[in-house]
């Protein structure tokens, strides 16, 4: 038997490059750009939110009451800067026993400053996820109430309104608007979005 002869060794391998010779190398910002932008798979809906508030009609108690509160600490702040005056006199010194006027009279502001906020806070508020309407009970105590498109069953329309009806037979009617025609085309659109019925009264 012959011996079989060593194997011969093949051509050396290409020596790899070296990392360290290449310097700094550009990075992903460098070549696309200062940052580097990702686009997200989901990108939510932009929030919806639209309000309405009441008629004007509805505030004039309110401003009536605010201008007047307003006016009482115009005059005791006035009578504080004019001494030898009778109205320093019947302001000043008359309650110097009793509670001072620039007491009384900031409160007497402030009952005007929370009227006026409470009756602006009247209406209705129509977003993506239901109907939120804001009253004003005769005691002055506000009245927050939300319905979500789910439980709405109908959308009655009218001239003077919009009434809800819900899927327990509910009733509930929104506060009066100052653009009643614009909620109601607002709430016929949405309503059509979620499957309501809407019902329009000649």
Do not use: C
Request: overall charge negative; charged content about 20%.
């Amino acid at each position: 038997m012959t011996e079989a002869s060593p194997p011969q060794p093949g051509p050396e391998p290409e020596a790899l490059p070296s990392l360290a010779d290449e310097g700094d190398r550009p990075s992903i910002t460098e070549v696309n750009g200062t940052v580097a932008r990702f686009e997200m798979a989901y990108q939510p809906d932009a929030p919806f939110r639209q309000a309405f508030g009441a008629p004007l009609v509805h505030h004039l108690v309110s401003i009536v009451w605010f201008v007047f509160t307003l006016g009482v600490s115009g005059v005791v702040v006035a009578a504080h800067h004019m001494p030898n005056t009778a109205l320093y006199v019947w302001v000043v010194e008359r309650d110097r026993q009793g509670i001072p006027a620039s007491v009384l009279a900031f409160f007497v502001l402030a009952s005007g400053i929370a009227t006026l906020a409470r009756s602006f806070m009247r209406g209705v508020i129509v977003h993506r996820d239901g109907i939120e309407a804001r009253y004003v009970l005769p005691l002055g105590m506000p009245r927050v109430r939300k319905w979500a498109w789910a439980q709405i069953h109908r959308l009655v329309v009218g001239d003077d309104g919009v009434m809800i009806e819900l899927w327990t037979n509910e009733y509930d009617k929104l506060p009066t608007v100052a653009k009643t025609s614009e909620l109601a085309a607002l709430l016929e659109q949405m309503g059509a979005q979620h499957g309501i019925i809407v019902t329009k009264l000649k």
